[in-house]
């Protein structure tokens, strides 16, 4: 996506932050992860396209490093004349790369919108632009919480990527035979696109244990044990974390992942620790 790659084709997403504090650490942290050379940045947002205006003030304050970015757009609770209009100033704005999301349900009876699925997202992103920009979708190697099994969830990841996407960023995992087995499965089914392993430091076991349960990512129980283990120790969790999601990005790597994407949290020191004993 650039002509100065990190060597090892790292990339960093972040979220919208809703103070102007958050907003001022958030430039810190993109210039530290900037001066890295990745590939792209990645921005989220919200439930229910809350923060949309947030995440494009956010991808343009993000993307005044030089580094590509990438905003999240997602089908849910978005009709298409509003899709419509959101990629016609993103495209203004310079930005060249999405990640197309079907998004959270709503809660309650809000509307599902006239896209349902991520799948008709990338279809209808490619028709209203053509190839102008580089599509990345989601991919679930532990399974998508709502998939009644793995194999349908990889037919379901299958049909986004024929739907014309370039690359796919799976949610973060700690096992590494889970995303050898879903890469295994989806090139089985034709898929030939890079799907570049998502990567979750660990800094906090409480924090890591809610957000893993609501999204369906697996912590394997040694690694639970461990940083049970630590109760409050904030260095002990901070080193065993380094360490462990440090032997993971690296049999990744050896395995011939093509790449990784970092999710920050709009931090630096958690993913620059990983990154550099990569580099070591």
């Known amino acids: 996506?650039?002509?100065?790659?990190?060597?090892?084709?790292?990339s960093f997403e972040f979220f919208p932050p809703s103070t102007d504090a958050g907003r001022d650490k958030l430039i810190h942290v993109r210039d530290e992860l900037a001066a890295r050379k990745p590939r792209f940045f990645s921005v989220t947002y919200g439930a229910g396209g809350s923060t949309q205006a947030r995440t494009r003030e956010v991808v343009r304050a993000v993307g005044?490093?030089?580094i590509n970015t990438a905003?999240?757009?997602?089908?849910?609770?978005?009709?298409k004349a509003q899709l419509r209009d959101l990629l016609a100033q993103y495209r203004e704005e310079g930005v060249e790369s999405l990640v197309a999301l079907r998004g959270d349900m709503p809660s309650g009876m809000g509307s599902i919108g006239?896209?349902?699925?991520?799948?008709?997202?990338?279809?209808?992103?490619?028709?209203?632009?053509?190839?102008?920009?580089?599509i990345a979708v989601a991919a679930y190697p532990e399974s998508h919480p709502q998939a009644p099994n793995l194999d349908k969830d990889v037919e379901n990841f299958a049909r986004k990527m024929k739907a014309g996407a370039n690359m796919a960023i799976t949610q973060y995992f700690f096992t590494a035979d889970a995303y050898f087995n879903f890469v295994d499965k989806a090139r089985a089914l034709g898929v030939e696109q890079p799907i570049i392993p998502g990567i979750m430091p660990i800094t906090n076991y409480t924090k890591l244990a809610r957000f893993s349960d609501a999204c369906g990512a697996e912590i394997p129980r040694?690694?639970?044990?461990q940083l049970e283990s630590?109760?409050?120790?904030?260095?002990?969790i901070t080193a065993f974390g380094t360490d462990v999601v440090s032997r993971l990005c690296q049999?990744?790597?050896e395995g011939g992942a093509p790449g990784l994407h970092f999710y920050t949290l709009n931090q630096a020191a958690p993913?620059?620790?990983i990154v550099d004993n990569l580099a070591g």
């Open 1 to 10: 996506m650039s002509s100065h790659e990190h060597p090892l084709g790292i």
């Open 64 to 66: 005044e490093s030089g």
């Open 71 to 79: 905003p999240h757009l997602s089908c849910i609770g978005s009709e």
């Open 114 to 134: 006239e896209l349902r699925y991520a799948n008709e997202l990338v279809e209808f992103i490619r028709a209203e632009t053509g190839d102008h920009f580089d």
């Open 222 to 225: 040694w690694i639970r044990k």
């Open 230 to 236: 630590y109760g409050d120790d904030s260095e002990a």
């Open 251 to 253: 049999r990744l790597l």
């Open 271 to 273: 993913v620059l620790r």
